[in-house]
């Protein structure tokens, strides 16, 4: 079975990592135009928001 992580990076997107490799930066601002990638919009707004992460398997 694969180890999935996902993070909430500090003040960024959710970071989906499966085995140590990340596979997807998803967008947890809403104001990404390329929902639900993350492009990075985040940063240009201000987004604030606290880090968390979550293992599975």
Do not use: Q, W, Y
């Not at 990592?17 to 492009?39: F, H, W, Y």
């Amino acid at each position: 079975m694969a180890n999935v992580t996902i993070k909430a990076k500090e003040n960024g997107p959710l970071l989906v990592e499966v085995d140590g490799n990340i596979v997807s930066k998803l967008c947890r601002c809403g104001a990404s135009e390329s929902k639900p990638k993350c492009d990075g919009t985040h940063a240009k707004i201000g987004f604030k928001a606290e880090s968390s992460e979550i293992k599975i398997g």
